[in-house]
């Protein structure tokens, strides 16, 4: 039986995270938690606890709900982020991953912070929400839409689950046109989205993701651009990047250092993207 293109890119994404260098990359640098941080100008690019915290609360300024409304979050990993929005944002926040072990992590570490009333986890994959219509005042992704094997898809179901009036934010990566960066950038996006799993950065050109959620019926839309904001932990990432890279290079092991390699090339053809913030309101 041939499986069809979205099961085999859940499957491409398996492997990734379940990796050793993702599992104790994200694990041991970056206490589990998978985004990016948001620097203030003069913060130093190793403050990563302080810098993801940051991001974190830029987001929920940027959701702007009260106290108690309920919130997705669409590809939640361990829950950190969650957590972050429950805590010091007072959100019910739902988190979706198609990540098992994921999920699992998600469970215990709100368990032991005392937040299972506050978080709620389930494994489900945001192409299909394991839930009804309107169910939520809020949604946010962070850092996952690049994974999406169909993202209009994906947009037609935030919207189905949000209620009229909603609000959706997505912290997510653009690409630059390809006839207006060079050949070898071009190629070092491709390899990373293709081994990362990542097909949609591939078609997010700047822009699209705006168009998109027009035609999904989001009104109110706004984006804001935070790549200089985020660029410090890149150019460390870079650093870190450098000697597993090196070592996968000389020994032909380069694929067991997918995320070394990303680091080493998005920091080296940063001009390829963008990092941004898009806002929307859910018309229902
Ligand atoms: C870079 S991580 C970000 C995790 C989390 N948002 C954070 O900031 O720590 C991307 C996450 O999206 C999840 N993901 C990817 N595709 C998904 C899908 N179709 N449905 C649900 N989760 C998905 C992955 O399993 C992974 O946990």
Not at 16 to 30: A, Q, V
Not at 163 to 191: C, H, I
Request: with cysteine.
């Amino acid at each position: 039986m041939s499986l069809a293109p979205e099961d085999v890119n859940l499957q491409k994404i398996w492997r990734y995270y379940d990796r050793g260098e993702s599992r104790i990359g994200y694990r041991y640098i970056l206490g589990g938690t998978k985004h990016f941080g948001y620097y203030e100008p003069g913060q130093t690019r190793w403050a990563f606890a302080a810098a993801m915290r940051q991001m974190e609360d830029r987001l929920g300024r940027e959701l702007g709900l009260g106290a108690g409304a309920r919130v997705l979050d669409a590809g939640c990993g361990v829950g950190n982020v969650a957590r972050a929005m429950a805590v010091r944002h007072g959100l019910d926040v739902t988190g979706v991953d198609i990540l098992d072990f994921n999920i699992a992590e998600a469970a215990r570490r709100s368990g032991k912070a005392r937040l299972s009333g506050r978080t709620h986890f389930r494994v489900g994959d945001y192409h299909h929400l394991p839930f009804p219509d309107d169910s939520f005042d809020g949604l946010y992704t962070m850092e996952t839409f690049v994974h999406s094997a169909d993202p209009k898809a994906a947009l037609a179901e935030f919207g189905r689950v949000l209620k009229p009036g909603g609000k959706l934010v997505m912290f997510e990566y653009s690409r630059t046109p390809d006839d207006q960066v060079s050949a070898e950038a071009n190629a070092a996006m491709q390899r990373v989205c293709d081994e990362a799993a990542m097909p949609a950065w591939l078609m997010l050109y700047h822009g699209v993701l705006d168009e998109m959620l027009g035609d999904a019926g989001f009104t109110n839309r706004q984006s804001v651009d935070i790549t200089a904001n985020m660029m410090p932990m890149a150019s460390a990432f870079y650093l870190i990047g450098k000697f597993p890279f090196w070592v996968g290079r000389v020994t032909g092991l380069e694929y067991k250092v997918v995320n070394a390699m990303s680091a080493r090339m998005m920091f080296r053809y940063k001009e390829a993207w963008r990092y941004g913030i898009h806002t929307a309101v859910n018309t229902g």
